[in-house]
């Protein structure tokens, strides 16, 4: 079974300033890795996704993640937040085989101040 | 444009009631899933669905139902065995392989 923490449940930042969202999983296979982001009272998008190769991802909205096989994380980056970047984000993983199953962590709400 | 539409957005409904969440997707996906939330505790796998006529459980079935007729739709019905059904759904789907999911805009449930 699969499991995902996410180690901050708020992380509040000021407009222009770099933010770091932890994310942390355990399995006992290997596993690709996601991370959502959700507007209030919205449906999840998809920020980006790591399959397999370089280890250094870009998604969409300027985020990037970084895969460490070693250390089990998948933490998400930016390094200049906007008021828009408002929002809660999920980090999920699945199996690389078998049935597509995403498990997701609790979420981290990051605020944006101005 | 392709998508999941899930109705209503709103849904009250009163204890000992059962009632049914509709989704639909266009996306010519094979498989769709709901997921429960509730603040602080991310998502939670309700059912989900590989191909047509077939299901599985997931983390927290107890107390809802689904069917998957067709490969467009997968309805989840909260049945009055929920013991806490407020809470916001979300329905997703999936092509085959690790593409992530694509998700509805989901429906809030209250009981009152």
């Known amino acids: 079974a699969q499991s995902v923490t996410q180690l901050d449940s708020q992380v509040p930042v000021f407009e222009e300033a770099p933010v770091e969202l932890r994310c942390n999983y355990s399995s006992s296979v290997s596993v690709y890795l996601f991370w959502y982001v959700q507007y209030p009272n919205q449906g999840l998008q998809l920020l980006l996704k790591y399959l397999s190769g370089s280890t250094l991802v870009k998604g969409i909205n300027g985020f990037e993640a970084e895969f460490n096989k070693s250390q089990t994380s998948f933490h998400l980056r930016k390094p200049s937040v906007h008021i828009s970047d408002t929002a809660e984000y999920f980090c999920a993983v699945t199996p690389s085989w078998g049935a597509q199953k995403l498990v997701f962590g609790q979420g981290t709400r990051l605020t944006i101040n101005p | 444009d392709g998508g999941i539409t899930q109705s209503p957005k709103y849904l009250f409904r009163k204890e000992g009631q059962n009632v049914t969440l509709s989704c639909e997707q266009n996306?010519?996906?094979?498989?769709m899933y709901w997921y429960r939330q509730d603040p602080g505790q991310g998502l939670r796998l309700i059912y989900y669905?590989?191909?047509?006529?077939?299901?599985q459980k997931g983390d927290i079935a107890e107390g809802y139902s689904v069917s998957r007729e067709k490969k467009e739709s997968f309805p989840l019905t909260v049945t009055s065995a929920q013991k806490n059904p407020t809470a916001f759904y979300l329905c997703?789907?999936?092509?085959?392989?690790?593409?992530?999911?694509?998700f509805g805009s989901g429906t809030r449930l209250t009981v009152v």
């Open positions: 669905s590989q191909i047509v006529n077939d299901f």
């Open positions: 996306l010519n996906h094979d498989a």
């Open positions: 997703a789907s999936s092509k085959r392989g690790r593409t992530g999911y694509t």
